[in-house]
C-alpha cells in the first residue's frame, strides 16, 4: 500500500492511501463471483426454455454473444453508475479516483474498461499484475492511461488544513461576503468538507459549493468546487481572526 498525494489549486494537500493489490484482486474475485453466478442462472432459464437450438451454431453463438454483454460491460457500467465503484469495489471500499483529485469521469472509465479487456486476457493478466505491484500508485495500465488510480476509503485521510492556522501576512481574500456566514455555519461546512474528502465523494462537494453560493451570494471564480470550499475557509479565517 502506497500514498497517494493530491494538491489541490489552493495548495491544500491531501493524502490517500492507495488500494492494496491483495484488496484490488480480492475486488475482483467478488465481482468474478457475480459473474459465475450471472452465467449459472441464465444457462439454467435458457436450457429450461429450449432456447437453444440443437446444432444450430450461428444461432447458439448470437445467444452467448447477448448472454455475455451483461458481463462485458459490468465494469464500465457500474463504475459510471456508482462514481469509480463496482459491487467488488464497494464491498472492499475502494474506489477509481483521478490522481489530480477530481471526480473520474466516463472517457475515464472508457480507458480503463478497455484496457481492463487486454489485461484480463492471458497471458496479459499476468504482465497487467506485475505492472500494479511495482508501480508505486499501484496503478495498472488502464489507469495509467485514463490518469487515475483506486484509493482506500478505510483509512484515514489526512487534510493540510489552514481555519485553525495563521495565514500568510501578504494574504489577500478573494470572497468578502464570506463574513455572511457564521461559526456554526463554517463548522458545518468544514465538517461537511472534510468527510466528502474522506469519502472521495465528489458530488457532496460540488453541492456544497452551490449551497455556500445560494446562502451567501458569492458566484465562485475558483478553478473547481474543491478550491472554492479551500478558498473560502480560508477567507472567513481571515476576517475573522486577523481583522
Request: hydrophobic share 45%; aromatic share 10%.
Amino acid at each position: 500500500m502506497s500514498e497517494l498525494s493530491i494538491t489541490t489549486t489552493q495548495n491544500v494537500n491531501i493524502n490517500f492511501n492507495t488500494a492494496s493489490v491483495g484488496e484490488r484482486i480480492l475486488a475482483y474475485l467478488i465481482d468474478f463471483v457475480i459473474f459465475i453466478a450471472y452465467y449459472i442462472i441464465m444457462y439454467g432459464v435458457l436450457h429450461a426454455g429450449d432456447w437453444y437450438q440443437g446444432d444450430d451454431r450461428a444461432v447458439n453463438a448470437a445467444i452467448n454473444g447477448l448472454i455475455s454483454l451483461p458481463v462485458l460491460f459490468y465494469a464500465l457500467t457500474l463504475e459510471s453508475l456508482l462514481e469509480g465503484q463496482t459491487v467488488g469495489k464497494k464491498v472492499l471500499k475502494i474506489k477509481v479516483i483521478k490522481i489530480d483529485g477530481y471526480q473520474s469521469g466516463f472517457i475515464d472509465y472508457v480507458l480503463r474498461w478497455i484496457f481492463r479487456i487486454i489485461e484480463v486476457t492471458p497471458p496479459l493478466s499476468f504482465i497487467g499484475l506485475v505492472i500494479m505491484i511495482v508501480s508505486n500508485k499501484t496503478q495498472r495500465l488502464g489507469d495509467m492511461a485514463a490518469g487515475t488510480a483506486v484509493i482506500d476509503l478505510k483509512n484515514k485521510i489526512t487534510i493540510d488544513h489552514t481555519i485553525l492556522k495563521e495565514l500568510k501576512d501578504d494574504y489577500v481574500p478573494t470572497y468578502p461576503l464570506v463574513i455572511r456566514l457564521s461559526d456554526n455555519d463554517m463548522r458545518i461546512i468544514k465538517e461537511t468538507y472534510e468527510t466528502a474528502v474522506k469519502s472521495a465523494d465528489f458530488d457532496v462537494i460540488n453541492k456544497l459549493e452551490y449551497k455556500i453560493g445560494a446562502v451567501t451570494g458569492i458566484k465562485s471564480v475558483s478553478k473547481s468546487p474543491m478550491a472554492f470550499i479551500d478558498t473560502i475557509i480560508k477567507d472567513y479565517n481571515y476576517y475573522t481572526q486577523k481583522m
